[in-house]
């Protein structure tokens, strides 16, 4: 009986062992879960559609006319290293052209934009990362700014105020005063962190 007595007495101690044990794991997961990175709610590149639109257009438009100035003062007929000068002009602008949009391509790689519940991220660089973060505590105010062919295209530039007198600019943006209501709508919201204490 004794013998019994004892058997179950081990039983019930290993029940307890593992109880806490899997005690202690959802413990661990829900406060990992409480404390964890907030929920992205928006992610954003600069978006530089519009801009090589005019970019290109300025650049066509600018060719056309020096081609016709040319024309008009019989340049063309005129031979630069085995090939007419208006070849010689047509290649620059080509490059010209190239070098711009090769400009905003890279500027777009290198700009993230991250909104979550926690706060807005702004990424910069490619080789080297420069990350900063404003926080609902830190957040001051939010302006949006809109040019001739923002306001054509449907983009234009927040700036982000801090408290602490730093201004955070994300360029570019579409759609800018959507973005800008959904920045603070979240911004707005008091973060409470919960921590659990053994």
Not at 72 to 99: K, M, Q
Request: aromatic fraction near 12%.
């Amino acid at each position: 009986m004794r013998c019994n007595v004892a058997w179950v007495n081990a039983a019930f101690e290993r029940l307890n062992t593992v109880s806490a044990y899997f005690l202690a794991v959802v413990l661990s997961l829900t406060s990992n879960r409480q404390v964890r990175k907030g929920e992205t709610v928006w992610v954003g590149k600069p978006w530089i559609a519009p801009a090589a639109i005019i970019r290109t257009v300025t650049v066509i438009v600018t060719a056309i006319i020096i081609l016709i100035l040319e024309y008009y003062f019989n340049s063309f007929s005129v031979y630069f290293v085995g090939l007419p000068l208006w070849v010689w002009t047509t290649l620059a602008f080509f490059v010209i052209w190239l070098i711009r949009i090769l400009d905003l391509a890279i500027y777009r790689m290198s700009n993230v934009y991250i909104l979550r519940q926690d706060g807005l991220e702004t990424r910069r660089g490619i080789i080297r990362l420069h990350s900063f973060v404003v926080t609902p505590a830190g957040f001051g105010d939010l302006l949006v700014y809109q040019s001739v062919g923002g306001r054509i295209f449907g983009y234009g530039e927040l700036t982000v105020n801090s408290q602490g007198g730093r201004q955070t600019k994300l360029v570019l943006v579409r759609d800018p005063f959507a973005v800008a209501d959904t920045i603070r709508e979240v911004m707005s919201k008091l973060i409470v962190r919960v921590d659990t204490h053994t």
